[in-house]
Every structure is written in structure tokens, then in C-alpha cells.
């Protein structure tokens, strides 16, 4: 089994529609959870931590499930721009190295 | 103006040569990082550097060697002990709240 899974995609959703992305992770132990944003060919930019609490920042909420051990990224009113791949990453506690998942594609369609 | 800087852009080699790709940053994070991208694939660890003059093998260490003799620097060389070295090679490093940032990448192709 992997250590971060992600289902790969692609998920081709309309303009406007609201499309949400799981990723589970193997480690218990995991402290630091994140989502990035890739653009092809280019590279990962962090688009927001993720708190046990859970947080949104703007049309992107993410949570956390320690109990089932997954992290959600939802986005709401999606915009062709959001089309990118989202990549979840995990850091076990007692470390300083993210273990990244592969990647869920996405592609907003006028 | 901040940030992480990777050069070249694009890099083609020979088979047999060491290459050593740059990367420099002007963040004064402590901790940086090498990962290398295969297409289709999600991002591997090479080397990390948690403070000047020390460093750690990641999980695919073999083939590549780094140095970290300044906190702005972390060159990593490929080596021709390397058997696959075509890939996109990303630098990163972390800040106190351990969170990563990249530098855009070197693209290095062998042949």
C-alpha cells in the first residue's frame, strides 16, 4: 500500500461546479498535512495547510480525518484557472520530509 | 525580490558526465530539499539539508551527491553512477511553519 494514495482523475467538472478530492494516508503517526497545486510543467506551489480543525481559504475548504486517516480538498464555484493537478502531502511526525501522493488531475470545462 | 532560483531551465548531457544543478535562495530558511519528478509520478526525495554543513540521504539517494556549504546553497550533482537521470528536478525549501517552496525546476535530459 502507498503511503499518501490519490485517486489520479482526471475529473472533468463544469464551470461553476463544485468538485471535492481525497487522499488517505498510511501513517498514523502524520503530523503536517498540505495541498499543492501543480501546473504542467511547472512546479508545486502550496495552496493551503490543513488543520485538524479544518480551514477554507476562499472557494477551497480543506479537512482533516485522523480517525479514517484522509485529507478532502473541496472547491466550490470552480474556475477554469483551478484546471491543475493537486498534489496531497503528508509529513510523519518526527520528520522534516513531506511523502507526496501522485497527483488528482482537474479539468474545468467552459 | 525573494525566492528560490534553479538553473538552467533546461540541461542536456551526454551519458557518462556528472552534471551539478543549482539551486540558491535568499529565504534564510535553514532546511532545503532535492526531489526529482517522473512523469506520471508524484515527487521523490533525493537529499535534505536541515542546516549548514550537513545533510541526509532521501529515498533515492544513489547516484546523486549534494553539498551545503552556505545556508543560500544546495547544489546537487548527478553523477554518471546515476542510471535513469532524465527527469525534472525540483528544489524546495521549508519554513518554520513546515511548509515547502519550490524553485521552477531544472529539466535535465541524458542521452
Known amino acids: 500500500r502507498k503511503e499518501v494514495e490519490q485517486d489520479p482523475g482526471p475529473f472533468n467538472v463544469p464551470e461553476g461546479a463544485t468538485v471535492a478530492f481525497n487522499c488517505t494516508y498510511s501513517n498514523s503517526a502524520s503530523q503536517s498535512f498540505f495541498w499543492y497545486r501543480q501546473d504542467c510543467r511547472k512546479e508545486p506551489k502550496l495552496l493551503m495547510s490543513?488543520?485538524?480543525s479544518g480551514n477554507e481559504d476562499g472557494r477551497f475548504t480543506a479537512q482533516l480525518n485522523r480517525a479514517s486517516q484522509y485529507i478532502s480538498l473541496l472547491i466550490r464555484d470552480s474556475k477554469l484557472s483551478d484546471s491543475a493537478t493537486y498534489l496531497c502531502?503528508?509529513?510523519?511526525?518526527?520528520?522534516?520530509?513531506?511523502?507526496f501522493g501522485t497527483g488528482t488531475r482537474l479539468k474545468v470545462l467552459a | 525580490d525573494g525566492g528560490i532560483t534553479q538553473s538552467p531551465k533546461y540541461l542536456f548531457r551526454k551519458e557518462g558526465q556528472n552534471v551539478t544543478l543549482s539551486c540558491e535562495q535568499n529565504?534564510?530558511?535553514?532546511?532545503m530539499y532535492w526531489y526529482r519528478q517522473d512523469p506520471g509520478q508524484g515527487l521523490r526525495l533525493i537529499y535534505y539539508?536541515?542546516?549548514?554543513?550537513?545533510?541526509q540521504k532521501g529515498d533515492i539517494a544513489e547516484g546523486y551527491s549534494v553539498s551545503r556549504e552556505k545556508k543560500e546553497s544546495f547544489p546537487l550533482t548527478v553523477t554518471s553512477a546515476q542510471k535513469n537521470p532524465t527527469a525534472f528536478y525540483l528544489c524546495?525549501?521549508?519554513?518554520?511553519?513546515?511548509?515547502?517552496?519550490f524553485g521552477p525546476g531544472t529539466r535535465l535530459t541524458v542521452t
Open positions: 524546495a525549501t521549508m519554513t518554520g511553519h513546515r511548509e515547502q517552496y
Open positions: 502531502v503528508v509529513m510523519p511526525s518526527g520528520t522534516y520530509k513531506y511523502i
Open positions: 529565504l534564510n530558511h535553514d532546511a
Open positions: 490543513v488543520y485538524s
Open positions: 539539508s536541515q542546516i549548514v554543513n550537513d545533510f
